[in-house]
């Protein structure tokens, strides 16, 4: 963006939106699927580790250890869980301000909110990198966001109704 032209700040354009989280530690992960693979299993094992030990605490649990490891496998699942649906809900802002007609901005504060629209130069640029950089993200983590909640829900049904 010119920034004679555009009135909307430097940090509050969807570009250098897209840059910033990019550039950032934990959105970065997202970008390559075998690291955003390695950083979710290593999280589950540490989890997955945790809720061992904190499970290993129940009486109930330790005279049933078939369904002391089940708990503590599919419960451990929630950290990665949670840290996918953290990145797709900053992917998917910076996705949908980048795919946008006009760019709402604040100037000093949160009263004094502005509206601008985006040249067509501008709008093809932004579309072109939602298209191509963005969206193979978002479809990713969309797909692991299915896969875990399909793991937890099917974990959380043996364990319910199984008779281990």
């Known amino acids: 963006m010119h920034s004679s032209r555009c009135p909307v700040p430097k940090e509050q354009q969807p570009t250098n939106e897209f840059i910033e989280l990019s550039n950032s530690r934990l ?8 690291n955003f693979s390695i950083i979710l299993i290593f999280s589950w094992i540490i ?6 030990i904190i499970s290993s605490g ?3 649990f330790i005279s049933n250890l078939l369904k002391y490891i089940f ?10 869980l949670l840290i996918t649906i953290r990145l797709y809900l900053g992917w998917n802002h910076v996705y949908k301000r980048l ?8 100037e000093s504060g949160w009263y004094d909110g502005q509206t601008w629209i985006k040249p067509l130069e501008l709008k093809e640029k932004e579309t072109l990198i939602a298209s ?13 966001t299915s896969v875990l909640i399909t793991l937890i829900l099917t974990g959380t049904l043996i364990f319910q109704y199984s008779n281990i």
């Open 132 to 144: 191509l950089e963005v969206k193979p993200i978002l479809t990713n983590l969309t797909q692991t």
């Open 71 to 80: 708990l503590s496998f599919f419960s451990s699942l929630s950290l990665p």
């Open 58 to 60: 129940s009486v109930y």
């Open 99 to 106: 795919r946008s007609e006009t760019i709402e901005y604040e």
């Open 47 to 52: 989890t997955f580790i945790l809720f061992l």
């Open 27 to 34: 959105f970065s992960w997202a970008k390559s699927k075998r």
